[in-house]
């Protein structure tokens, strides 16, 4: 496909590595509904600019940046403003699966390069390598933000559900944040790696007794789990006036009593990434306190199979392909 000519404030990075997540799999196999195709996914972008256009300010040539799921918004409206520019009135422009407001659709970052305007261009703090900063473009804005925004601090009580290329980094960020965090996975095979990541406890969801120990004891459960859940059972679980942070995007409906929210106060809220100055923040955080995510590197040809992988929850935590290893441009 090819790449627009760089504007006045477009970047060109030559991309390094670009992480898969759940999302570009519900898009590529439409689960959210008609997707443009062809297709390039990727919005964990990690690379250098190899050129800058003539009003760019922000970044220079030879910048370690990132892009994440998001590449224009209006920059007027109320939210671009409040740096909320996922809720940009005139539509946010997606990175990729998206139309951007020349009419021309979006491509993202499985490519050797990729052109974006230099708002959406996030400089890499020195101390995090490309690899495991990719995932931080989405995976870790996307649990980052609703930790900050409903005020997670130490010795909160935070439970995690599902620890895949979200849940890890929610793991990881909730402990730095000082959280005691219980991870809830389907098994206990990812055990050991939740506890080496910080968590004090992890237990099987399918172990009723474990679930029971832990009723009403959370301060706030981030649910990351792509595929249908009955999030009555979790709800049960947080104290009163709780929340329950839903990130993950599947299809159905939940299902929930009203009984169970007012009973005790409780709130569920969902949460769409994070905008380009609490991406900037979240990034600083990890630099902080040493924090990229566990990946696992590998070449274009293998990403099918990865693909097959994470929908089976057998990712340790993030795929990220090396796109040197991609040979069309
Ligand atoms: P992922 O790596 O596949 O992780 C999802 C985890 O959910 C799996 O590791 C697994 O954890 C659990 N899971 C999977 N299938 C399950 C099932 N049938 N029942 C119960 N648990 C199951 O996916 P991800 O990249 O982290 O993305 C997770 C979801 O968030 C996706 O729906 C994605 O589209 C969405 N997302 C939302 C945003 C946003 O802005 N809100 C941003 C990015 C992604 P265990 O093996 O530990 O059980
Ligand atoms: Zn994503």
Redesign the pocket.
């Known amino acids: 496909m090819p790449q627009r000519a760089l504007r006045d404030d477009d970047v060109l990075i030559d991309i390094a590595f670009a992480g898969i ?3 570009d799999i ?1 898009q590529v196999r439409e689960e959210w509904g008609s997707a443009i195709f062809p297709m390039v996914p990727g919005h964990e972008i990690a690379g250098t600019v190899r050129e800058v256009g003539p009003a760019v300010t922000a970044v220079n040539v030879g910048d370690r940046v990132g892009v994440g ?1 998001m590449v224009d918004s209006c920059g007027e409206c109320e939210f671009c403003k409040d740096g909320f520019e996922q809720h940009c009135q005139r539509g946010a422009v997606m990175t990729y699966n998206g139309t951007g407001y020349d009419g021309e659709p979006t491509r993202g970052g499985y490519a050797r390069s990729v052109v974006v305007g230099e708002r959406f261009v996030c400089p890499i703090p020195e101390g995090i390598s490309l690899d495991e900063a990719a995932p931080l473009l ?2 870790g804005i ?1 649990t980052y933000s609703p930790l900050r925004r409903w005020g997670v601090k130490a010795g909160d009580k935070v439970g995690v ?7 890890h980094m929610g793991v990881k960020l909730a402990v730095a944040m000082g959280a005691e965090v219980t ?1 809830m ?3 206990l095979s ?1 055990r050991e790696d939740s506890l080496a990541m910080g968590a004090t406890d992890h237990i099987s ?1 399918a172990d009723e007794q474990a679930l029971r120990t832990h009723r009403s004891s959370f301060d706030f459960i981030l649910n ?6 009955d999030l009555e059972t979790y709800l049960k679980l947080l104290k009163p006036r709780g929340v329950l942070v839903n ?4 299809t159905q409906r939940y299902a929930i009593r009203p009984g169970m929210l007012v009973g005790h106060s409780k709130v569920v809220a ?4 994070g905008g380009i100055p609490e991406t900037k923040e979240m990034l600083a955080f990890c630099a902080e306190h040493g924090i990229g995510a566990t990946i696992e590197t590998i070449s274009a040809d293998e990403v099918t199979e990865a693909y097959g992988k ?2 089976n ?1 057998d ?1 340790r ?2 795929y990220v392909i090396d796109v040197s290893t991609i040979t069309a441009d």
Not at 247 to 250: E, I, K, T
Not at 270 to 273: E, F, K, L, M
């Open positions: 997540c759940h999302s519900h799921c989405c995976a996307t559900i599902g620890m895949g290329g979200l849940g991870v996975s389907r098994s990812k969801t990351t789990v792509s595929a249908d859940l990130v993950g995007l599947p969902g949460s769409n990434i994470v929908v929850g990712v935590y993030r």
